[in-house]
């Protein structure tokens, strides 16, 4: 959708860039985030690397697609997680 079509109805009124609040303690905002931790066996330091969430809403439809930033860290950290034993 972020080529200005939304893939559900076709209409082109597509807000970009919106941001995707959560509530956290005490009612705060904060923009939603995936995480991906490195080492996710570790007990403290587990090299979480986030990524904030941003959205794309279609105006007609209220479709709605989700893209995480700081793509290049979060593959990294997810690159070093092993492989599952087959
Ligand atoms: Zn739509």
Request: glycine share 10%; proline share 5%.
């Amino acid at each position: 959708m972020k080529n200005g079509v939304c893939p559900k109805c076709g209409c082109t009124v597509v807000i970009q860039g919106v941001r995707v609040l959560d509530h956290g303690h005490g009612n705060r905002t904060h923009d939603l985030s995936v995480a991906v931790d490195a080492k996710p066996d570790a007990w403290v330091f587990k090299g979480r690397v986030t990524g904030e969430l941003w959205a794309c809403v279609c105006g007609a439809c209220g479709f709605t697609e989700l893209y995480a930033t700081n793509l290049d860290e979060l593959v990294k950290a997810a690159a070093v997680v092993p492989p599952a034993e087959a």
